[in-house]
């Protein structure tokens, strides 16, 4: 922050009112965080849903949310870190039944020679959430009321075709196992606020506005040493207290191992609203408008990435143009 005051009424005289009112929710949101040292309360929670909220923020008949942020100049940003031209996934393999089974995480799909069928949602298989997955207190992205935007006939504001275009910005891996020490967190590990500013000054690379950022947390490499568990019920993640964070970054969306959010929810952030059974992830989707990639396996960018030095990538990713969809299973593509 700059430090003299012609400098601050110039910055000021500059913003909207809406920018100030944002900023100023942010820094209460913040400051009350530091002095709570992550403690989350109900109330707390549910204030941040208005003061944090981009409702309106590109207009109220706005489908797309922070993929906004995501604009020409940050495409071609992002263009620029291909180096070398090698390409990493990010998602897991799809494993295909004969009929439809319940399976550790969720529904196994059904596949049947040219045809498949399968329930993407859930702990097991890659996707991308459309802004219409979840909803707070009976509303979804851009303060619309579930009942209308959602119907039998599917998504009717925010499907995840507002995105046919695809998906091309800058990536950034926040390897926190790396940063522990460890191979994996352990189930119900929460991530904080610190752990990313230390990831941060660790790896070089400062979270900017339109970044995706992807969340290591080692889930499917301890799958592989550990064997399975239900993911729904005890997973690492990112705690409740980061979000005002997240919001003064300007993320585009996020990418995780499991559904984001640390799993149970810690006894320092007492969420009872049914709502905010996973508070990140719920959170971000309906009040930020943020597109959300679960169950992501970034054990190999890990190693693309540490073998370089380098936690930027230029990330790629196409959902399935599925009209009135509420996500798509999704295959992002790391480019170094």
């Known amino acids: 922050m700059k430090s003299t005051i012609n400098t601050i009424a110039i910055g000021v005289a500059c913003m909207s009112v809406g920018a100030i009112v944002t900023a100023v929710a942010m820094t209460r949101a913040a400051t009350a965080q530091t002095a709570s040292d992550h403690t989350v309360t109900q109330a707390q929670f549910d204030r941040w849903k208005t003061e944090l909220s981009n409702a309106g923020r590109w207009g109220q008949e706005d489908e797309m949310g922070t993929a906004n942020l995501i ?6 940003q992002a263009a620029s870190l291909v180096k070398d031209g090698v390409a990493v996934s990010l998602a897991r393999d799809g494993e295909f039944g004969h009929e439809m089974v319940s399976g550790p995480w969720g529904n196994r799909p059904m596949a049947s020679a040219d045809r498949i069928a399968v329930a993407f949602h859930g702990y097991e298989y890659t996707h991308l959430d ?15 009321p579930a009942l209308e935007s959602v119907t039998k006939d599917g998504v009717q504001k925010s499907a995840i075709t507002v995105l046919k275009d695809g998906i091309f910005t800058r990536g950034i891996l926040m390897d926190i196992p790396r940063l522990k020490g460890v191979d994996w967190l352990e189930p119900g590990t929460p991530i904080y606020a610190e752990d990313l500013e230390a990831w941060e000054k660790r790896s070089g690379v400062k979270v900017s506005s339109g970044d995706i950022v992807f969340i290591r947390t080692g889930r499917w490499d301890r799958v592989a040493k550990v064997g399975n568990w239900n993911a729904g019920q005890q997973a690492a993640g990112l705690d409740a207290s980061v979000l005002p964070w997240l919001k003064q970054r300007d993320v585009a969306m996020l990418g995780s191992e499991s559904a984001l959010s640390v799993v149970p929810i810690p006894a320092s952030s007492p969420l009872t609203n049914p709502d905010d059974y996973l508070p990140v992830h719920n959170f971000v989707l309906v009040a930020f408008g943020m597109n959300l990639f679960d169950n992501c396996d970034l054990g190999p960018v890990a190693e693309a990435a540490a073998a370089r030095k380098r936690w930027e990538f230029l990330v790629t990713a196409a959902p399935l143009r599925i009209v009135k969809g509420t996500g798509s299973p999704i295959n992002p593509i790391a480019l170094f």
């Open 130 to 144: 459309g802004l219409g997955h979840h909803f707070l207190n009976g509303r979804m992205y851009n303060d619309k």
């Open 71 to 76: 604009t020409r100049a940050k495409r071609k």
